[in-house]
């Protein structure tokens, strides 16, 4: 398997806020306002976009939340973890790979609202998806948390909100 900078350069990727890299490969020609949708927006969005996402052994996906639905494709590496929890609280997993026969599946769907991030499985190697956003991806709707804001909220999921975020004042800037 080629090393994922191989991939970094031929898919012309650049760092994402919430960890990982990232290059958008698909913005809709069509845009929808917040009439259309259950969502508020303060401006109209793009009906759909997409992106290349890849997500090296020893980098995580910070955990993060978008005001849309945001659709996870598994393209190849290892398979990753999406990590998910809900506005009551409740904590899941996804695996998102090539392993039907334990458990993983082929593409995911992460709602909007929901917090979430995810992690390679394994603890080598890297992990490339595709992630569709309707309505489109904009960095408007785009939160990325620290950790102590989510242990207030979640202290039950001590583990994987420590594993999947930044202290205080160390959160990536947009």
Wanted: hydrophobic content about 35%; charged content about 25%; aromatic content about 12%.
């Amino acid at each position: 398997m080629k090393d994922y900078r191989y991939w970094l350069e031929k898919l012309d990727l650049q760092p994402h806020p919430e960890g990982g890299y990232y290059r958008q490969t698909y913005r809709s020609s069509e845009w929808i306002s917040d009439e259309e949708v259950s969502q508020s927006f303060t401006e109209k969005r793009m009906l759909a976009t997409s992106i290349y996402f890849l997500l090296p052994h020893d980098e995580v996906s910070h955990f993060h939340r978008l005001k849309s639905d945001e659709l996870w494709y598994y393209h190849t590496g290892s398979s990753l973890t999406i990590h998910v929890i809900d506005e009551e609280g409740m904590y899941k997993q996804i695996k998102l790979g090539p392993d039907l026969e334990n458990g993983e599946v082929l593409q995911a769907l992460v709602p909007k609202n929901k917090i979430f991030g995810s992690s390679v499985n394994g603890g080598k190697g890297f992990s490339i998806v595709g992630c569709m956003v309707t309505p489109g991806f904009d960095f408007q709707d785009f939160e990325l948390f620290e950790r102590e804001e989510l242990l207030e909220l979640y202290p039950q999921h001590r583990e994987v909100i420590t594993a999947l975020t930044r202290p205080r004042n160390a959160a990536a800037s947009i």
